[in-house]
């Protein structure tokens, strides 16, 4: 959609300009991802250096000599530190190095003052969700850390589009762990299936029945003039019809709730009724038409 909409704002870019923007915009999501579980395996890393200073003090006090780096010594830290794999990952897509010393050093001093930490650290429990959840709490804290937020938007741009997916992916990989490879953020990864045979053969779709589709939605509008139609609005109706028509596996509740949920977000206030209303109009006549045609369980209305 925003790839579209770029296009829609530049009459001279091209087809092979849109599929340019929409692969790096792709890209971009994923190393969003990449950096966010890096910030946590650094900032869960910093409890040795904080058990170090604690150790080496002339005087500690009781709480100093108590204090273990339980959070580094997390099993599930521990995945995410010590895989070559995955830092090697961070490096090829250019995030490894977007994270200075003193931004680790404030986060994990701010996190350790919070009651989670604190009733982390005086628990024995061996508990998996015990080091999911303090894993998950540290995440939690991060992205409500104003120097967190800064630092992620001053890298990524598309932060704020991408945040609700990244979120949720960010807690499905903590949740996940331990697995037994350690490239735990391989599920994660681009590939050909949702990247090219899906994401770009919808973007083509779009661009090549351009015209086609917008004589589709034009009968629906109900004395509303097409040419005044929101742009967001469009594109949205355009992706739905091309959903609808031509991926069999893609359900026609999934497609009609995307796009009116997308609108929402993204166009005029009244745009979630509107596309709603139009969307449910379109998909009932393409069923009449024969048009729609889902294939597996589950995805015949």
Same mark, same amino acid.
């Given at each position: 959609? #925003? ?17 340019? +923007?929409?692969?790096?915009?792709? #890209? ?18 910093? %409890? ?17 000599? %108590? ?10 830290? #521990? ?103 350690? *490239? ?7 590939? %050909?299936?949702?990247? #090219? ?11 090549? +029945? ?19 139609? %929101? ?44 596309? +709603? ?11 009449? *038409? ?12």
């Amino acid at each position: 959609m #925003q790839a579209l909409y770029a296009h829609n704002r530049d009459a001279s870019s091209s087809l092979a300009d849109l599929k340019k +923007n929409y692969l790096l915009s792709v #890209q971009k999501s994923y190393d969003l991802y990449l950096f966010n579980l890096w910030i946590i395996s650094r900032i869960a890393d910093y %409890a040795r250096v904080d058990y170090s200073k604690k150790r080496s003090k002339m005087l500690p006090s009781e709480q100093d000599r %108590a204090f273990t780096p339980k959070l580094a010594d997390n099993p599930l830290s #521990q995945l995410l530190i010590n895989s070559t794999a995955f830092k090697d990952e961070c490096r090829l897509n250019g995030v490894l190095n977007l994270i200075d010393a003193d931004f680790v050093t404030q986060l994990y001093r701010d996190f350790s003052n919070t009651e989670s930490y604190q009733e982390y650290l005086k628990n024995d429990s061996e508990d998996i969700d015990i080091q999911i959840n303090i894993l998950l709490a540290l995440y939690k804290f991060c992205v409500n850390h104003e120097l967190f937020v800064d630092l992620i938007e001053d890298h990524f741009i598309n932060w704020i589009d991408d945040k609700s997916i990244v979120l949720g992916s960010i807690k499905k990989t903590i949740k996940a762990l331990p697995i037994s490879d350690e *490239e735990f953020y391989e599920p994660f990864q681009l590939n %050909a299936d949702t990247v #090219q045979d899906f994401g770009m053969r919808l973007l083509e779709m779009v661009y090549e +029945n351009d015209s086609a589709y917008n004589n589709q939605i034009k009968p629906f509008l109900e004395n509303w003039d097409f040419d005044r139609m %929101a742009i967001i609005d469009r594109i949205s109706l355009k992706l739905a019809i091309a959903e609808f028509t031509s991926f069999p596996s893609i359900p026609t509740k999934v497609t009609l709730n995307e796009y009116v949920d997308l609108s929402k977000s993204y166009s005029t206030d009244k745009s979630k009724e509107f596309v +709603n209303g139009i969307l449910d109009r379109m998909l009932k006549q393409l069923q009449k *038409e024969g048009k729609i045609n889902k294939a597996g369980r589950g995805l015949v209305d």
